[in-house]
Protein backbone atom coordinates (compact mmCIF):
# COMPACT_ATOMS: atom_id res chain seq x y z
CA UNK A 1 0.00 0.00 0.00
CA UNK A 2 1.44 3.72 -0.89
CA UNK A 3 0.71 6.28 1.27
CA UNK A 4 2.52 8.93 -0.71
CA UNK A 5 3.38 9.05 -4.64
CA UNK A 6 5.39 11.48 -6.41
CA UNK A 7 5.41 12.04 -9.84
CA UNK A 8 8.01 14.15 -11.73
CA UNK A 9 8.10 14.44 -15.46
CA UNK A 10 5.73 11.36 -15.59
CA UNK A 11 3.66 11.41 -19.46
CA UNK A 12 1.39 14.30 -18.61
CA UNK A 13 2.29 14.79 -15.06
CA UNK A 14 5.15 17.54 -14.50
CA UNK A 15 5.22 17.56 -10.55
CA UNK A 16 1.95 15.72 -9.14
CA UNK A 17 1.97 14.48 -5.26
CA UNK A 18 -0.77 12.21 -3.90
CA UNK A 19 -1.55 11.24 -0.27
CA UNK A 20 -4.14 8.26 -0.85
CA UNK A 21 -6.02 6.47 1.71
CA UNK A 22 -6.04 3.00 2.92
CA UNK A 23 -9.06 1.71 0.81
CA UNK A 24 -10.10 3.09 -2.77
CA UNK A 25 -8.60 5.53 -4.34
CA UNK A 26 -10.46 7.39 -6.97
CA UNK A 27 -9.19 8.76 -9.82
CA UNK A 28 -11.96 11.06 -11.44
CA UNK A 29 -11.12 13.47 -15.09
CA UNK A 30 -12.08 13.67 -18.37
CA UNK A 31 -10.29 11.76 -21.13
CA UNK A 32 -6.59 12.59 -21.69
CA UNK A 33 -6.58 14.16 -18.12
CA UNK A 34 -3.86 11.58 -16.83
CA UNK A 35 -6.03 9.30 -14.90
CA UNK A 36 -4.61 6.13 -16.68
CA UNK A 37 -0.69 7.52 -16.53
CA UNK A 38 -1.08 8.00 -12.61
CA UNK A 39 -1.74 3.75 -12.69
CA UNK A 40 1.04 3.54 -15.08
CA UNK A 41 3.34 4.74 -12.76
CA UNK A 42 2.06 2.76 -9.75
CA UNK A 43 2.75 0.00 -11.70
CA UNK A 44 5.98 0.44 -12.44
CA UNK A 45 6.56 -0.10 -8.25
CA UNK A 46 6.38 -3.56 -9.40
CA UNK A 47 9.39 -5.51 -11.72
CA UNK A 48 8.17 -5.41 -15.67
CA UNK A 49 7.44 -2.98 -17.69
CA UNK A 50 4.45 -1.17 -16.19
CA UNK A 51 0.70 -1.73 -17.60
CA UNK A 52 1.02 -0.11 -21.06
CA UNK A 53 4.60 -1.61 -21.44
CA UNK A 54 6.08 1.05 -22.57
CA UNK A 55 9.55 2.24 -23.56
CA UNK A 56 11.48 4.12 -20.57
CA UNK A 57 12.22 6.85 -23.15
CA UNK A 58 8.17 7.34 -24.21
CA UNK A 59 7.27 8.23 -20.46
CA UNK A 60 9.23 11.02 -19.71
CA UNK A 61 7.36 13.80 -20.07
CA UNK A 62 7.58 15.65 -23.85
CA UNK A 63 8.92 19.25 -23.02
CA UNK A 64 10.29 18.21 -20.21
CA UNK A 65 14.32 17.88 -19.21
CA UNK A 66 14.24 14.11 -20.20
CA UNK A 67 14.14 11.28 -17.63
CA UNK A 68 11.16 10.89 -15.04
CA UNK A 69 10.61 10.08 -11.52
CA UNK A 70 7.98 7.85 -9.35
CA UNK A 71 8.50 8.12 -5.99
CA UNK A 72 6.36 6.23 -3.21
CA UNK A 73 6.02 5.70 0.05
CA UNK A 74 4.96 2.27 1.60
CA UNK A 75 2.76 1.93 4.47
CA UNK A 76 5.82 0.76 6.52
CA UNK A 77 7.64 3.79 5.89
CA UNK A 78 10.00 2.06 3.26
CA UNK A 79 10.69 4.66 0.41
CA UNK A 80 10.64 3.04 -3.08
CA UNK A 81 11.69 4.54 -6.19
CA UNK A 82 12.21 4.65 -10.37
CA UNK A 83 12.90 6.03 -12.83
CA UNK A 84 15.29 7.48 -15.61
CA UNK A 85 18.08 9.64 -15.76
CA UNK A 86 18.13 12.26 -19.34
CA UNK A 87 21.50 10.83 -19.61
CA UNK A 88 20.11 7.29 -19.80
CA UNK A 89 16.65 7.48 -20.67
CA UNK A 90 16.33 3.49 -21.17
CA UNK A 91 17.77 2.38 -18.07
CA UNK A 92 15.69 1.80 -15.43
CA UNK A 93 16.84 2.91 -11.98
CA UNK A 94 15.35 1.76 -9.11
CA UNK A 95 16.01 2.74 -5.13
CA UNK A 96 14.72 1.28 -2.08
CA UNK A 97 15.86 3.54 0.69
CA UNK A 98 17.70 5.19 -1.43
CA UNK A 99 20.07 2.32 -2.14
CA UNK A 100 20.03 0.98 -5.85
CA UNK A 101 18.24 -1.79 -6.16
CA UNK A 102 16.80 -4.36 -9.00
CA UNK A 103 13.22 -4.00 -10.68
CA UNK A 104 12.93 -7.69 -9.42
CA UNK A 105 13.50 -6.71 -5.72
CA UNK A 106 10.67 -4.49 -5.49
CA UNK A 107 8.35 -7.15 -5.90
CA UNK A 108 9.70 -7.88 -2.05
CA UNK A 109 8.11 -5.02 -0.39
CA UNK A 110 5.18 -4.74 -2.93
CA UNK A 111 2.68 -6.56 -4.75
CA UNK A 112 0.62 -4.46 -7.49
CA UNK A 113 -2.14 -6.21 -9.82
CA UNK A 114 -4.00 -4.40 -12.60
CA UNK A 115 -6.73 -4.87 -14.92
CA UNK A 116 -6.75 -2.70 -17.85
CA UNK A 117 -9.36 -2.16 -20.89
CA UNK A 118 -6.31 -3.40 -22.84
CA UNK A 119 -6.64 -6.53 -21.72
CA UNK A 120 -10.18 -7.30 -22.52
CA UNK A 121 -9.05 -9.43 -25.07
CA UNK A 122 -6.54 -11.46 -23.16
CA UNK A 123 -8.28 -14.77 -23.73
CA UNK A 124 -7.93 -14.61 -27.36
CA UNK A 125 -5.17 -13.08 -27.42
CA UNK A 126 -1.33 -15.34 -28.07
CA UNK A 127 -0.36 -16.83 -25.32
CA UNK A 128 2.40 -14.50 -24.54
CA UNK A 129 0.07 -12.21 -23.18
CA UNK A 130 -1.82 -14.92 -20.41
CA UNK A 131 1.69 -15.92 -19.79
CA UNK A 132 2.85 -12.56 -18.64
CA UNK A 133 -0.91 -11.90 -16.59
CA UNK A 134 -0.21 -15.52 -15.17
CA UNK A 135 3.48 -14.24 -14.14
CA UNK A 136 2.22 -11.00 -12.81
CA UNK A 137 -0.26 -13.49 -10.27
CA UNK A 138 2.12 -15.37 -9.10
CA UNK A 139 4.78 -12.41 -8.47
CA UNK A 140 2.01 -11.39 -5.70
CA UNK A 141 2.67 -14.69 -4.11
CA UNK A 142 6.57 -15.83 -4.98
CA UNK A 143 8.27 -12.37 -5.12
CA UNK A 144 11.59 -14.26 -6.55
CA UNK A 145 9.70 -15.43 -9.89
CA UNK A 146 10.48 -12.48 -11.48
CA UNK A 147 14.53 -13.04 -10.32
CA UNK A 148 13.79 -16.42 -11.98
CA UNK A 149 12.33 -15.07 -15.00
CA UNK A 150 14.65 -12.63 -15.94
CA UNK A 151 17.93 -15.15 -15.28
CA UNK A 152 16.28 -17.85 -17.13
CA UNK A 153 15.77 -15.44 -20.05
CA UNK A 154 18.53 -14.31 -19.80
CA UNK A 155 20.17 -18.16 -19.95
CA UNK A 156 18.11 -18.99 -23.13
CA UNK A 157 18.82 -15.62 -24.85
CA UNK A 158 22.73 -16.58 -24.59
CA UNK A 159 22.14 -19.98 -25.78
CA UNK A 160 19.77 -18.85 -28.63
CA UNK A 161 22.69 -16.49 -29.75
CA UNK A 162 25.49 -19.10 -29.42
CA UNK A 163 23.03 -21.37 -31.34
CA UNK A 164 22.81 -18.99 -34.36
CA UNK A 165 27.07 -18.21 -34.55
CA UNK A 166 28.17 -20.01 -37.88
CA UNK A 167 31.31 -20.80 -35.87
CA UNK A 168 31.86 -24.06 -33.95
CA UNK A 169 30.58 -23.52 -29.84
CA UNK A 170 31.82 -25.01 -26.96
CA UNK A 171 29.44 -27.53 -25.86
CA UNK A 172 30.29 -26.71 -22.69
CA UNK A 173 29.53 -22.93 -22.62
CA UNK A 174 25.99 -24.60 -23.94
CA UNK A 175 25.79 -27.14 -21.08
CA UNK A 176 26.56 -23.91 -18.72
CA UNK A 177 23.70 -22.24 -19.82
CA UNK A 178 21.35 -25.72 -20.02
CA UNK A 179 22.02 -25.35 -16.72
CA UNK A 180 21.17 -22.44 -15.95
CA UNK A 181 18.07 -22.49 -17.92
CA UNK A 182 16.50 -25.65 -15.82
CA UNK A 183 17.14 -24.17 -12.71
CA UNK A 184 15.35 -21.20 -12.95
CA UNK A 185 12.71 -22.72 -15.22
CA UNK A 186 12.47 -25.87 -12.88
CA UNK A 187 11.62 -22.96 -9.97
CA UNK A 188 9.55 -20.67 -12.80
CA UNK A 189 7.70 -23.46 -13.36
CA UNK A 190 6.57 -24.97 -9.69
CA UNK A 191 6.09 -21.12 -9.13
CA UNK A 192 3.39 -21.10 -11.54
CA UNK A 193 1.49 -24.72 -10.70
CA UNK A 194 1.72 -24.01 -7.70
CA UNK A 195 -0.26 -20.41 -7.95
CA UNK A 196 -2.55 -21.92 -10.57
CA UNK A 197 -3.45 -24.71 -8.35
CA UNK A 198 -3.97 -22.12 -4.82
CA UNK A 199 -6.19 -19.53 -6.86
CA UNK A 200 -8.18 -22.34 -8.72
CA UNK A 201 -9.04 -23.47 -5.24
CA UNK A 202 -9.57 -19.99 -4.29
CA UNK A 203 -11.76 -19.58 -6.80
CA UNK A 204 -13.79 -22.35 -6.21
CA UNK A 205 -14.24 -22.14 -2.78
CA UNK A 206 -15.52 -17.95 -3.42
CA UNK A 207 -18.63 -16.38 -3.12
CA UNK A 208 -21.20 -17.22 -5.87
CA UNK A 209 -21.77 -13.67 -7.19
CA UNK A 210 -22.09 -11.81 -10.18
CA UNK A 211 -18.80 -12.85 -11.36
CA UNK A 212 -18.29 -15.33 -13.37
CA UNK A 213 -16.02 -18.16 -11.98
CA UNK A 214 -13.24 -19.44 -14.01
CA UNK A 215 -11.68 -22.65 -13.87
CA UNK A 216 -7.60 -22.61 -14.11
CA UNK A 217 -5.03 -24.53 -15.76
CA UNK A 218 -1.59 -24.52 -17.04
CA UNK A 219 -0.69 -26.30 -20.27
CA UNK A 220 1.61 -29.37 -20.04
CA UNK A 221 3.50 -31.05 -17.85
CA UNK A 222 5.16 -29.80 -15.05
CA UNK A 223 8.77 -28.84 -15.93
CA UNK A 224 11.14 -32.01 -14.58
CA UNK A 225 14.99 -31.38 -14.38
CA UNK A 226 16.34 -34.12 -15.98
CA UNK A 227 13.98 -34.52 -18.96
CA UNK A 228 14.04 -30.71 -19.74
CA UNK A 229 17.85 -30.76 -19.60
CA UNK A 230 17.98 -33.81 -21.72
CA UNK A 231 15.29 -31.99 -23.90
CA UNK A 232 17.61 -28.88 -24.54
CA UNK A 233 20.84 -30.93 -25.01
CA UNK A 234 19.25 -32.85 -27.71
CA UNK A 235 16.93 -30.32 -29.19
CA UNK A 236 20.19 -28.11 -30.13
CA UNK A 237 20.35 -28.59 -33.76
CA UNK A 238 16.34 -28.16 -34.10
CA UNK A 239 16.68 -25.00 -32.13
CA UNK A 240 19.58 -23.51 -34.07
CA UNK A 241 17.53 -24.23 -37.24
CA UNK A 242 14.63 -22.46 -35.95
CA UNK A 243 16.37 -19.60 -34.47
CA UNK A 244 14.90 -20.17 -30.71
CA UNK A 245 14.46 -22.49 -28.30
CA UNK A 246 11.39 -24.73 -28.95
CA UNK A 247 10.88 -26.36 -25.47
CA UNK A 248 10.78 -24.91 -22.11
CA UNK A 249 8.64 -22.58 -19.76
CA UNK A 250 8.53 -19.40 -21.19
CA UNK A 251 6.17 -21.24 -23.71
CA UNK A 252 3.35 -22.29 -21.01
CA UNK A 253 -0.60 -20.81 -21.17
CA UNK A 254 -2.88 -20.24 -19.12
CA UNK A 255 -6.00 -22.15 -19.77
CA UNK A 256 -8.97 -20.69 -18.52
CA UNK A 257 -12.83 -22.06 -18.83
CA UNK A 258 -15.99 -20.07 -17.91
CA UNK A 259 -16.90 -22.91 -15.36
CA UNK A 260 -20.44 -22.41 -15.05
CA UNK A 261 -20.44 -23.15 -18.83
CA UNK A 262 -17.70 -25.44 -19.22
CA UNK A 263 -16.39 -23.62 -21.94
CA UNK A 264 -13.16 -22.44 -22.78
CA UNK A 265 -13.06 -18.60 -21.95
CA UNK A 266 -11.96 -17.07 -25.72
CA UNK A 267 -15.18 -18.77 -26.53
CA UNK A 268 -17.23 -16.39 -24.29
CA UNK A 269 -19.45 -13.20 -24.87
CA UNK A 270 -17.18 -10.31 -24.09
CA UNK A 271 -18.75 -9.34 -21.15
CA UNK A 272 -18.67 -12.76 -19.51
CA UNK A 273 -14.51 -12.43 -20.53
CA UNK A 274 -14.25 -9.60 -18.14
CA UNK A 275 -16.52 -10.85 -15.71
CA UNK A 276 -14.14 -14.13 -15.48
CA UNK A 277 -11.45 -11.89 -15.46
CA UNK A 278 -12.27 -9.94 -12.93
CA UNK A 279 -13.14 -12.62 -11.16
CA UNK A 280 -9.86 -13.60 -10.79
CA UNK A 281 -8.10 -10.82 -10.05
CA UNK A 282 -10.52 -10.75 -6.88
CA UNK A 283 -9.79 -13.87 -6.09
CA UNK A 284 -6.27 -13.55 -6.66
CA UNK A 285 -6.23 -10.14 -4.21
CA UNK A 286 -7.68 -12.69 -1.82
CA UNK A 287 -4.99 -15.36 -2.22
CA UNK A 288 -2.24 -12.90 -1.99
CA UNK A 289 -3.33 -10.84 1.11
CA UNK A 290 -3.72 -14.23 2.99
CA UNK A 291 -0.21 -15.51 2.03
CA UNK A 292 1.58 -12.20 2.43
CA UNK A 293 -0.20 -10.49 4.97
CA UNK A 294 -1.07 -7.48 3.03
CA UNK A 295 -3.14 -7.29 -0.06
CA UNK A 296 -1.49 -6.29 -3.30
CA UNK A 297 -2.51 -2.67 -4.36
CA UNK A 298 -4.56 -3.32 -6.90
CA UNK A 299 -5.13 -1.07 -10.24
CA UNK A 300 -8.52 -0.97 -12.35
CA UNK A 301 -8.70 0.99 -15.07
CA UNK A 302 -12.15 2.17 -16.71
CA UNK A 303 -13.15 -1.16 -15.03
CA UNK A 304 -16.89 0.72 -13.02
CA UNK A 305 -18.10 2.35 -15.82
CA UNK A 306 -17.76 -0.59 -18.12
CA UNK A 307 -20.20 -2.57 -14.86
CA UNK A 308 -23.86 -2.73 -14.67
CA UNK A 309 -24.72 -0.82 -11.59
CA UNK A 310 -25.53 -4.52 -10.05
CA UNK A 311 -21.97 -5.37 -10.59
CA UNK A 312 -20.38 -2.17 -9.90
CA UNK A 313 -22.07 -2.08 -6.31
CA UNK A 314 -21.17 -5.99 -6.19
CA UNK A 315 -17.27 -5.26 -7.47
CA UNK A 316 -17.09 -2.76 -4.64
CA UNK A 317 -18.56 -4.79 -1.73
CA UNK A 318 -15.93 -7.22 -2.35
CA UNK A 319 -12.88 -5.07 -2.64
CA UNK A 320 -14.25 -2.62 0.43
CA UNK A 321 -11.56 -3.67 3.11
CA UNK A 322 -9.45 -5.49 1.07
CA UNK A 323 -6.43 -2.80 0.65
CA UNK A 324 -5.79 -0.26 -1.48
CA UNK A 325 -7.64 -0.22 -4.80
CA UNK A 326 -7.17 2.22 -7.52
CA UNK A 327 -9.55 3.13 -9.88
CA UNK A 328 -9.99 5.14 -13.00
CA UNK A 329 -13.28 6.81 -14.70
CA UNK A 330 -14.55 10.11 -15.97
CA UNK A 331 -17.52 10.48 -14.00
CA UNK A 332 -17.40 11.15 -9.95
CA UNK A 333 -20.90 9.67 -9.91
CA UNK A 334 -19.66 5.73 -10.76
CA UNK A 335 -18.06 5.97 -7.87
CA UNK A 336 -20.49 6.90 -5.30
CA UNK A 337 -20.92 3.69 -3.82
CA UNK A 338 -17.80 3.28 -2.55
CA UNK A 339 -18.36 5.19 0.66
CA UNK A 340 -17.33 8.34 2.37
CA UNK A 341 -13.35 7.26 2.97
CA UNK A 342 -12.67 6.79 -0.33
CA UNK A 343 -10.00 8.95 -1.38
CA UNK A 344 -11.09 11.00 -4.24
CA UNK A 345 -8.76 12.59 -6.56
CA UNK A 346 -9.58 15.35 -9.68
CA UNK A 347 -7.19 15.23 -12.23
N1 LIG B 1 5.49 11.40 -22.48
C1 LIG B 1 4.42 12.19 -22.41
N2 LIG B 1 4.55 13.52 -22.22
C2 LIG B 1 3.48 14.33 -22.13
N3 LIG B 1 2.21 13.90 -22.24
C3 LIG B 1 2.03 12.59 -22.45
C4 LIG B 1 3.11 11.67 -22.54
N4 LIG B 1 2.60 10.43 -22.74
C5 LIG B 1 1.27 10.58 -22.77
N5 LIG B 1 0.91 11.87 -22.59
C6 LIG B 1 -0.44 12.42 -22.57
O1 LIG B 1 -1.19 11.83 -21.54
C7 LIG B 1 -2.56 11.85 -21.92
C8 LIG B 1 -3.16 10.50 -21.71
O2 LIG B 1 -3.23 10.25 -20.39
P1 LIG B 1 -4.07 9.03 -19.84
O3 LIG B 1 -4.04 7.88 -20.78
O4 LIG B 1 -3.60 8.81 -18.45
O5 LIG B 1 -5.52 9.66 -19.86
P2 LIG B 1 -6.79 9.21 -19.07
O6 LIG B 1 -7.09 10.26 -18.07
O7 LIG B 1 -6.66 7.82 -18.58
O8 LIG B 1 -7.84 9.31 -20.27
P3 LIG B 1 -9.02 8.37 -20.78
O9 LIG B 1 -10.19 8.72 -19.92
O10 LIG B 1 -9.20 8.84 -22.17
O11 LIG B 1 -8.55 6.96 -20.68
C9 LIG B 1 -2.63 12.19 -23.38
O12 LIG B 1 -3.12 13.50 -23.49
C10 LIG B 1 -1.21 12.09 -23.84
O13 LIG B 1 -0.93 13.00 -24.86
Redesign the pocket.
Known sequence: MLTRLVLTDF??HGDLVLAPGTGFVVLT??????????L?AVSLLAPGKGLRRAALS???????AGGFGVAATLADGVEVATGALASAPERRVVRVQGAAASANALAEWLGVLWLTPAMDRLFVEAAGERRRFLDRLVLALSPAHGMHATRYEAAMRERNRLLGEDAPVDPSWLSALEQRMVEHGVALDGARHAAVTALDATLREGPADLFARATLALDGEAVEADAFAHALMTGRRRDAAAGRTLVGPHRADLIVTHAGKGQAAALCSTGEQKALLLGIVLAHAELAAARRGAAPVLLL??VAAHLDPGRRAALFARLEGRGQVWM?G?EAALFEGVGADATRIA?
Open positions: RNGENGAGKTNVEAMARQGGDETTL
